[in-house]
């Protein structure tokens, strides 16, 4: 019997030695990570490609005699539209054409009130409306370093003879590249 047990003892060392040499084998690698980075801006805080809210130029309330109203493009926090791009790219925003341009002599561009009246007004790149911002103008903004540009945008709308009260609004177009 103590042969047996010896045997069996053995048998056991065996396994267990076996074991360890199999539990001691070691593999190595490596995981590859990787990410791709495009540029991006946002505009008034969102991004997108299509849609964004560029702001709103809001002429306010006038009586229908009134000469001339001034107004700043706001972005959505009440200050200047606000640029945010990739670190390293050149915004320029182009402020392209109006529903209703032409429609009235005063102005490169008009607020209709949909029933064929207009009040004219222009775009400016200055509070004192010295620089005309013409349509299809572009306003070249530094490169960015990844922090928000404000751009200012003013109106001037002119009153004239024989409006009628009512709401005029317009919609600009406007492009942003980088």
């Known amino acids: 019997m103590h042969m047996f047990a010896s045997r069996i003892g053995l048998s056991l060392l065996g ?40 702001g709103a130029l809001d002429f306010g309330v006038a009586n229908s005699l009134f000469t001339e109203a001034d107004a700043q493009v706001l972005g959505g926090g009440g200050g200047g539209l606000s640029i945010l791009c990739s670190s390293g790219t050149i915004p320029a925003v182009k402020v392209r054409a109006g529903s209703h341009d032409g429609q009235s002599p005063g102005g490169t561009r008009a607020l209709a009130d949909g029933g064929g009246n207009f009040v004219p007004y222009d775009l400016y790149t200055d509070a004192g409306h010295s620089q005309i ?5 572009v306003i070249n903004l530094a490169a960015s370093t990844g922090v928000a540009q404000t751009v200012n945008i003013y109106g001037k709308a002119v009153g004239k003879a024989g ?16």
Do not use: K, M, R
């Open 15 to 54: 396994l267990t030695l076996a074991s360890s040499a199999i539990a001691a084998t070691t593999v190595t690698g490596q995981i590859t990570s990787s990410l791709t980075l495009i540029s991006s801006c946002q505009v008034n805080g969102a991004g997108g490609s299509t849609g964004l809210n560029f």
């Open 163 to 178: 409006l009628p009260a009512g709401t005029y609004t317009d919609t600009v177009a406007v492009e942003l590249t980088f």
């Open 133 to 137: 911002l013409a349509i299809d103008g």
